[in-house]
């Protein structure tokens, strides 16, 4: 039963992260049709610029408290990263908005791989150190243990995911997200500027993908220039399990995609007799990925953004 506990706890906090980087693909999914594969790396330049604040701010301001730089620092990473994928929307993504759906899906993985090779130039190929900057000190909930930072990741994706609804669904810029999303050219004859509303869903994208990069960072205590891609791809899965283009779909997805994997791991090697172990965790979320397609192919919650408008 503890075994249980520890596992769900883990699974919830790995799907948060996994939410938050779906949230990012249904997004700009949900409003111009692209599935743009370098958004894992946006996530990584997000913990890769966080490390580097974070090196800089303890050396030259070793008095502040630890929690006030980390602060800073996702800031600071939430603004490059929002930067980062303004510019790429507008130089590689824009000028191909009615060319066919390859053009900028090869595009996409052109960048990010370009964004990766840049990584490697600007902080070298080693892993990386994440410092803990929370308190380490394990606390106790019915036999198993959650640590301040796990708990600091659930609470911050609560807080993000329920912002982000109110966003989509209380405000103008929601509104013409979802304008943008059912019929562009209507809502450019209804005085909406879907150039911006896609920057924005851009820049939106890559602030959450900073805040789920130094989370990621911060649970497994290393940065690298390729540590972007998996979690990319399982958050892609997330947002194809739950549906993709549908924000509760992508949280649904993130979560459920999280809780398969960390009980797989956990009880992986007890279902094969100890032929597989935790590592192969991985081939539980593309085996429940094709279930989920097979059955219903459109997701758990098949719809698009702009069918809730």
């Not at 980062?84 to 759906?101: G, M």
């Not at 990621?216 to 399990?241: D, E, I």
């Amino acid at each position: 039963m503890d075994i249980l506990l520890q596992q769900i706890i883990n699974g919830l906090v790995l799907g948060s992260m996994y939410a938050l980087v779906a949230l990012g693909y249904t997004m700009v999914y949900g409003i111009i049709g692209l599935i743009n594969f370098a958004h894992g790396d946006v996530l990584m330049v997000g913990a890769l610029t966080s490390w580097s604040i974070i090196s800089v701010m303890r050396e030259s301001t070793p008095d502040m408290p630890a929690w006030m730089i980390l602060l800073l620092a996702t800031l600071i990473a939430m603004v490059v990263c929002a930067a980062l994928n303004y510019t790429i929307e507008k130089l590689a993504y824009r000028p191909l908005r009615n060319s066919p759906r390859l053009a900028p899906l090869i595009t996409a993985i052109g960048v990010s791989i370009l964004l990766q090779t840049l990584a490697m130039i600007i902080w070298k190929p080693n892993p990386k150190s994440y410092p803990t900057m929370l308190s380490s000190e394990p606390i106790a909930i019915g036999g198993a243990v959650i640590s301040a930072t796990q708990i600091t990741i659930l609470a911050t994706t609560a807080i993000v995911l329920s912002f982000l609804m109110w966003l989509v669904n209380r405000t103008n810029l929601g509104r013409a997200m979802r304008a943008t999303a059912e019929n562009p050219r209507v809502a450019g004859l209804m005085g909406i500027k879907p150039d911006m509303v896609i920057s924005a869903t851009f820049i939106i994208g890559a602030m959450l993908a900073a805040v789920a990069g130094i989370m990621w960072a911060s649970n497994y205590g290393t940065v690298q220039h390729a540590m972007g891609f998996m979690p990319g791809l399982k958050a892609f899965v997330a947002a194809v399990m739950g549906g993709i283009g549908n924000l509760a779909g992508a949280v649904l997805g993130g979560i459920a995609l999280g809780l398969i994997e960390a009980l797989g791991a956990g009880y992986l090697g007890q279902l094969t007799g100890g032929f597989l172990g935790s590592q192969y965790s991985d081939i539980f979320a593309f085996i429940v990925l094709a279930l989920v397609l097979t059955l219903r192919p459109s997701g758990l919650l098949g719809e698009r953004v702009a069918d809730r408008a």
